[in-house]
């Protein structure tokens, strides 16, 4: 199903070089975790589509006071009263999110509640640290040098921020890999040889959320997953074309077969360069 957040909503933190790295920043004294809008309906039914399907549904346990936790930060923030268990949560915030415990080890996924994964299987994540979740990331040599440090800030000290942003040539907010989902190919041959991909893809952006629960033995990560056309968000800033262009030109072969853009990355480029030069 999908779900489209307006343009105005997206939020834009495209910066070059690109680097895959923690981009960490803290919450304000009254931290936003959520974030509940009019198309909360919207999400609660795309989630029912996701659950109803067998080997989508949440993954792992964990105890009643940090369900209870949980409900409670989302009260506070947004006035919603939701059931604290994993269904009342899961299906009431537009929120996936993760719980995770701290042992001696470190931090361990406990609970998997993710109905809108991008491009992975959340099931393959069930007690796994930050370095092994991770490990599948191209160029993840600064996230994982700086594994220990995030958990602590995020899951031990304060509430923290993270944006993580991609082109998709799907709109839908779910893109576990059992999904069949739009390749790229496909929107090149929508686009032909005079269209645009740009009017045709998505910019799909996560915005990441911590919520420490030290008292409790856990962290819990919060994952709003936000979808818009590109031409739309790019449109509001004349500025827009040109940075992601240079975002674009900077990721590694690696980055780009990761997310599966090497074939369409010089026709991107160009599209993206012609609108920078008609908005400059």
Aim: one cysteine or more; proline letters at 6%; charged letters at 20%.
């Amino acid at each position: 199903m999908e779900v489209l957040t307006p343009a105005a909503d997206m939020p834009w933190t495209v910066a070059s070089p690109f680097r895959m790295q923690p981009g960490l920043g803290r919450l304000p004294d009254t931290p936003t975790l959520f974030r509940r809008d009019a198309m909360a309906h919207g999400y609660a039914q795309a989630k029912r589509e996701v659950l109803a399907q067998a080997d989508h549904g949440p993954v792992g346990q964990t105890d009643d006071a940090v369900l209870q936790a949980i409900a409670d930060a989302y009260h506070r923030e947004t006035d919603v009263t939701l059931a604290a268990t994993v269904a009342g949560l899961t299906q009431g915030m537009q929120e996936d999110f993760v719980v995770l415990a701290d042992g001696p080890d470190g931090f361990r996924t406990r609970l998997l509640s993710v109905c809108f994964p991008s491009s992975w299987v959340p099931a393959d994540k069930l007690g796994l640290d930050f370095a092994a979740i991770h490990a599948p990331v191209a160029d993840n040599t600064l996230l994982l040098s700086a594994a220990r440090g995030i958990m602590d800030m995020a899951f031990r000290q304060a509430p923290m921020v993270r944006h993580v942003w991609l082109l998709s040539p799907d709109a839908q907010l779910s893109q576990h890999p059992a999904r069949a989902r739009r390749p790229w190919s496909s929107l090149v041959a929508d686009a032909g040889e005079h269209g645009r991909l740009i009017d045709l893809c998505c910019l799909r952006v996560e915005r990441q959320t911590t919520l420490p629960l030290p008292a409790l033995g856990v962290g819990v990560f919060f994952i709003r997953v936000m979808v818009a056309p590109l031409a739309a968000v790019l449109a509001l800033d004349a500025g827009r074309a040109a940075q992601l262009h240079a975002a674009i030109a900077s990721m590694s072969d690696a980055v780009l077969n990761y997310r599966g853009m090497a074939g369409v990355r010089e026709r991107l480029l160009c599209e993206l360069a012609q609108l920078a030069l008609m908005q400059g």
